[in-house]
């Protein structure tokens, strides 16, 4: 199955936070964990990308799970992206749990809060052009369109391998805890559109750690295919120095309170 998507999201809030960028070099808050500066973006629908991506539509698991890359790792229904859960220090900091915000006021008198990651769970790659709209966790704004307040997950997603992904409730409208899930955010039972059950991956409602997204894929992804991904990230490269000079600088400062 050929999948072609604008990428421009259903949902968007006015202004974001990025990481301070040669575009946007001001910083206005801090993010708590990883401690990136935060430079004030406007959201631009143009400078989104489009993307057309083939997808495996009969999958099966491999004998070992794959780790998921850093970008694309599959796409929404609504034509965004799903990330990892991690920004850019893969493994380490959940986008999720690295939040932050910034009130203001526009030269128009308008009070305004920009957010690092929306209420959908979702933002953009960056500040400047040709960046991706993705997900860190579960679509919610979508969800609550697709399965109401408190019905059961309908398909909302498909990773690059294949596997049909579903947000955070079972075929009887209960919350699926992390702890029934696989590594990769797995399990086989029914959904409504597959009654008799299938594999297939959750993004679990309310998560904001490690387990908010993929950390692996059970089945199997070509090489190809993540060379393609990860391509969609190459802007992340300054942000992924930032966050190692501040992990590096956080690690001779305990080392000198030892
Ligand atoms: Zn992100």
Known sequence: MTLTTSGVPTYHNDYYLAPVSAQASTSVAVT??????????????????????????????????????????????????????YEADAGATPALSDNVSYSFTTSAGVAETAWFIDSCNSHSTGGGGGSTWHYHGVPSCLTSQIDGNSGPSHLIGIALDGFPIYGGRDINGNTIA???????????????????????????????????????????????????????????????????????ARRAKRRLAA
């Open 32 to 85: 708590p964990v990883s401690h990136t500066e935060m430079s004030l973006i406007a959201y631009t629908a143009s400078n989104i990308s489009p993307t057309t991506v083939a997808l495996n539509v009969c999958p099966a698991k491999a004998a070992t799970t794959t780790t998921t890359n850093m970008g694309p790792i599959g796409y929404m229904i609504s034509g965004e992206a799903i990330f990892n859960p």
């Open 178 to 248: 992390v702890s029934q899930l696989d590594a990769c955010n797995g399990i086989t039972s029914p959904t409504p559109d597959f009654p008799s059950g299938i594999y297939h991956y959750v993004l679990p409602i309310g998560v904001t750690g490690k387990q908010s997204s993929l950390n692996c894929y059970s089945g199997s992804v070509s090489q190809s295919q993540l060379a393609r991904a990860t391509r969609y990230i190459c802007g992340l490269d300054a942000l992924n120095k930032r966050l190692q000079a501040s992990a590096r």
